[in-house]
């Protein structure tokens, strides 16, 4: 199982990013996909989720600003977040828990400044 996270830049506060995931080697429609991101020190959290059937679930801190949504016949995974601020700036890593562990894909950096 291999995951691809792209999409990460430099975006001026209220901006939007799109970021995308692409897995391999895994029927990708039966897992549920998520996102997460890490700041230095931090702990790597959860800031959405998707599952096989399409239900979504955030953290409280991007309610309202960023979607996830997933396109099974590309096999990607996407997090669209809206009206960014400074506190967003992190790694955003994607991961699925497939054949009993966890699969992460190299982070992709957001940066958030004006």
């Known amino acids: 199982v291999q995951l691809q996270a792209s999409g990460g830049g430099l975006v001026q506060p209220g901006g939007s990013l799109r970021l995308s995931c692409k897995a391999t080697?895994?029927?990708?429609?039966?897992?549920?996909m998520y996102w997460h991101r890490q700041t230095p020190g931090k702990e790597r959290d959860v800031v959405a989720t998707?599952?096989?059937?399409?239900?979504?679930n955030y953290a409280d801190s991007v309610q309202g600003r960023f979607t996830i949504s997933r396109d099974n016949g590309r096999r990607t995974v996407y997090l669209q977040m809206n009206d960014l601020n400074p506190e967003d700036t992190a790694q955003y890593y994607c991961r699925v828990s497939a054949y009993g562990r966890d699969f992460w894909g190299k982070g992709t950096l957001v940066t958030v400044s004006s």
């Open positions: 080697g895994l029927n990708f429609s039966l897992f549920a």
């Open positions: 998707i599952t096989p059937g399409g239900s979504t």
